[in-house]
């Protein structure tokens, strides 16, 4: 007999006896739909922001650049090694085009947002799925055996698909004579094949440990190392060198986009793509489900001190994101703060750039300064709201549960826990001004801006704070409007980069708290703004505190 309420999971037969998956494959459709559903938003968002991003970016370049000279003058800047590592190899740099200079400053930057996405959607859906024990579930059910990966696979390939399709439409919507509808194509299609190489080698990874996070970083260390090939690469030969081929960003890069197309490099990502899937299925052969390849270390035999306190196990936690943070902003603060010793001939050949970059003549090391350093600023703010919303992993998976039954209260957790993302902050924020200081000493040969930098980055706290302590807020009462907590991040760095330039209103950009934090060091301090970030971070705190103790804990 049945029990009432009982119901058999669809697809299944009668209810004395489940039937079989007919192929490793079966299942496959309904397992993607399921994927599609629970991604809907986070797809809706990435395929979204791209080509707002996109659209925004060139638009922005165009208004800028409205002369052949300003143009030129853009490419007599890939000159400097540091300009080559942070955009790509300099085509067509003696004939310097617009669609060269599009190529140059935005193929990159979405490259490595497609592969982080890539990363994070094929980490959730496979080994984030095991850790859980939901994909257990899922085998016990008449599916496949890999109908789970297939689906996985798909769901990936379809995000970056969106995403190509984001970036292609961004370009031709400007509709600018120099962008080409094939080169445009090539661009997205650049861009969904250079994030299906990472989401390969997520996969890969997933294969070798047994947790989603330590897979994520294995990824993320293979983004950061092709990277960096690309650019040691590209500055060994500003066209592209041996060492570029290594990088699956320069697979991309090397189609020449906008100067002289090739598609044949694009090859080489479907190659790669193929034996990385490939790989990752022949190793999920030679482990059970649940376990890695790589097996678990050894812990000590007795815990050490710190980890007894939330605050311990949360820096231990965070530490790995919050190191690699730290090296990223530093040398890219560097290298952005060294081109201030080009900044005066930028400007003679290209007056308009002055707009762009909001100087206005009196002291234009300062003031592009104050702009590099709140570029450099959103990596907090992202480091920030990442490791509060990180709280949402620990109670989805019971180890806030567990953490609470041992005796911790709810307050003295979420304390701890935000008190350590808090000085993670702090430190990423100082050292992003230090980084910046040392960059603009390199091209200026004045040491004191380290100095002035490293205060200049304290006054953005205030702001930062507002961002963590509203992600705490929202994670308090309803971890379900944790996703508000990212719009506002979005809002901070669209009005941050494209604000002034898409002629946003005044009351719009001032939701954004960089609009109150003083731009250091060309502008005076006003302390009633910074007074009252912080007094809003307070009581937002002191609202997520008091909603956390009184909400009921998600089950897993």
Same mark, same amino acid.
């Given at each position: 007999?049945?029990?009432?309420?009982?119901?058999?999971?669809?697809?299944?037969?009668?209810?004395?006896?489940?039937?079989?998956?007919?192929?490793?494959?079966?299942?496959?459709?309904?397992?993607?739909?399921?994927?599609?559903?629970?991604?809907?938003?986070?797809?809706?968002?990435?395929?979204?922001?791209?080509?707002?991003?996109?659209?925004?970016?060139?638009?922005?370049?165009?208004?800028?650049?409205?002369?052949?000279?300003?143009?030129?003058?853009?490419?007599?800047?890939?000159?400097?090694?540091?300009?080559?590592?942070?955009?790509?190899?300099?085509?067509?740099?003696?004939?310097?085009?617009?669609?060269?200079?599009?190529?140059?400053?935005?193929?990159?930057?979405?490259?490595?947002?497609?592969?982080?996405?890539?990363?994070?959607?094929?980490?959730?859906?496979?080994?984030?799925?095991?850790?859980?024990?939901?994909?257990?579930?899922?085998?016990?059910?008449?599916?496949?055996?890999?109908?789970?990966?297939?689906?996985?696979?798909?769901?990936?390939?379809?995000?970056?698909?969106?995403?190509?399709?984001?970036?292609?439409?961004?370009?031709?919507?400007?509709?600018?004579?120099?962008?080409?509808?094939?080169?445009?194509?090539?661009?997205?299609?650049?861009?969904?094949?250079?994030?299906?190489?990472?989401?390969?080698?997520?996969?890969?990874?997933?294969?070798?440990?047994?947790?989603?996070?330590?897979?994520?970083?294995?990824?993320?260390?293979?983004?950061?190392?092709?990277?960096?090939?690309?650019?040691?690469?590209?500055?060994?030969?500003?066209?592209?060198?041996?060492?570029?081929?290594?990088?699956?960003?320069?697979?991309?890069?090397?189609?020449?986009?906008?100067?002289?197309?090739?598609?044949?490099?694009?090859?080489?990502?479907?190659?790669?793509?193929?034996?990385?899937?490939?790989?990752?299925?022949?190793?999920?052969?030679?482990?059970?489900?649940?376990?890695?390849?790589?097996?678990?270390?050894?812990?000590?035999?007795?815990?050490?001190?710190?980890?007894?306190?939330?605050?311990?196990?949360?820096?231990?936690?965070?530490?790995?994101?919050?190191?690699?943070?730290?090296?990223?902003?530093?040398?890219?603060?560097?290298?952005?703060?060294?081109?201030?010793?080009?900044?005066?001939?930028?400007?003679?050949?290209?007056?308009?750039?002055?707009?762009?970059?909001?100087?206005?003549?009196?002291?234009?090391?300062?003031?592009?300064?104050?702009?590099?350093?709140?570029?450099?600023?959103?990596?907090?703010?992202? #480091?920030? =709201?990442?490791?509060? /919303? %990180? +709280?949402?992993?620990?109670?989805?998976?019971? !180890?806030?549960? $567990? @953490?609470?039954?041992?005796?911790?209260?709810?307050?003295?957790?979420?304390?701890?826990?935000?008190?350590?993302?808090?000085?993670?902050?702090?430190?990423?924020?100082?050292?992003?001004?230090?980084?910046?200081?040392?960059?603009?000493?390199?091209?200026?040969?004045?040491?004191?801006?380290?100095?002035?930098?490293?205060?200049?980055?304290?006054?953005?706290?205030?702001? #930062?704070? =507002?961002?963590?302590? /509203? %992600? +705490?807020?929202?994670?308090?009462?309803?971890? !379900?409007?944790? $996703? @508000?907590?990212?719009?506002?991040?979005?809002?901070?760095?669209?009005?941050?980069?494209?604000?002034?330039?898409?002629?946003?209103?005044?009351?719009?950009?001032?939701?954004?708290?960089?609009?109150?934090?003083?731009?250091?060091?060309?502008?005076?301090?006003?302390?009633?703004?910074?007074?009252?970030?912080?007094?809003?971070?307070?009581?937002?705190?002191?609202?997520? #505190?008091?909603?956390?103790?009184?909400?009921? +804990?998600?089950?897993?």
């Amino acid at each position: 007999m049945t029990a009432p309420g009982w119901r058999r999971p669809l697809g299944a037969g009668p209810a004395h006896a489940a039937p079989k998956a007919g192929s490793p494959f079966t299942g496959t459709g309904a397992l993607l739909r399921l994927n599609l559903r629970l991604d809907r938003v986070r797809l809706l968002i990435w395929t979204v922001a791209v080509g707002l991003g996109v659209y925004g970016s060139v638009y922005s370049l165009d208004q800028a650049f409205t002369t052949e000279e300003a143009i030129q003058a853009r490419g007599a800047l890939l000159t400097n090694p540091a300009t080559i590592m942070m955009t790509g190899p300099a085509f067509a740099a003696d004939d310097y085009t617009f669609g060269a200079m599009v190529a140059n400053e935005l193929s990159l930057y979405v490259f490595l947002t497609a592969a982080i996405m890539a990363i994070l959607l094929a980490v959730r859906h496979t080994r984030a799925e095991e850790e859980s024990g939901r994909l257990e579930m899922i085998r016990a059910l008449p599916v496949g055996r890999f109908a789970p990966a297939a689906a996985a696979a798909a769901t990936v390939a379809l995000a970056c698909f969106l995403v190509g399709a984001a970036t292609t439409l961004g370009l031709v919507s400007v509709g600018h004579e120099d962008l080409g509808l094939d080169s445009s194509l090539a661009l997205g299609a650049g861009t969904a094949l250079t994030g299906l190489v990472f989401a390969g080698l997520a996969t890969v990874a997933a294969q070798l440990t047994e947790h989603a996070r330590s897979a994520t970083g294995m990824a993320m260390a293979g983004v950061a190392v092709a990277y960096l090939l690309r650019g040691v690469g590209d500055v060994i030969e500003n066209t592209g060198s041996w060492l570029s081929w290594f990088s699956p960003f320069a697979w991309a890069q090397q189609t020449r986009l906008f100067v002289d197309l090739r598609w044949w490099p694009l090859a080489v990502s479907l190659a790669v793509i193929v034996v990385l899937f490939a790989l990752a299925i022949i190793l999920s052969h030679r482990r059970d489900l649940g376990a890695g390849l790589r097996p678990a270390r050894r812990g000590p035999a007795t815990v050490a001190g710190g980890l007894h306190s939330t605050a311990g196990l949360a820096g231990r936690l965070q530490r790995g994101s919050a190191l690699a943070w730290g090296i990223g902003v530093f040398f890219f603060a560097i290298a952005m703060g060294s081109l201030a010793n080009s900044l005066d001939g930028m400007l003679e050949e290209n007056p308009a750039l002055a707009e762009w970059i909001a100087v206005d003549g009196t002291d234009l090391t300062a003031e592009f300064a104050a702009v590099i350093l709140s570029f450099v600023m959103i990596a907090p703010l992202i #480091l920030g =709201v990442s490791g509060i /919303l %990180a +709280l949402q992993g620990e109670e989805s998976t019971g !180890r806030s549960e $567990l @953490l609470l039954v041992s005796g911790r209260t709810r307050s003295g957790y979420l304390a701890g826990w935000s008190v350590t993302v808090i000085i993670q902050v702090a430190v990423l924020t100082l050292l992003g001004g230090v980084g910046v200081g040392v960059g603009v000493w390199a091209g200026t040969g004045d040491a004191h801006w380290v100095g002035e930098m490293t205060l200049a980055a304290a006054a953005y706290l205030p702001a #930062l704070l =507002v961002a963590a302590s /509203l %992600a +705490l807020a929202l994670f308090g009462f309803q971890p !379900r409007w944790t $996703l @508000l907590a990212w719009l506002f991040v979005v809002w901070i760095a669209l009005a941050l980069f494209l604000g002034d330039l898409l002629q946003l209103p005044d009351w719009a950009l001032d939701l954004s708290p960089f609009a109150h934090t003083p731009a250091l060091p060309g502008q005076d301090v006003e302390l009633p703004p910074l007074l009252a970030m912080t007094a809003i971070a307070v009581a937002l705190t002191a609202v997520g #505190l008091w909603g956390y103790r009184r909400r009921d +804990l998600q089950s897993r």
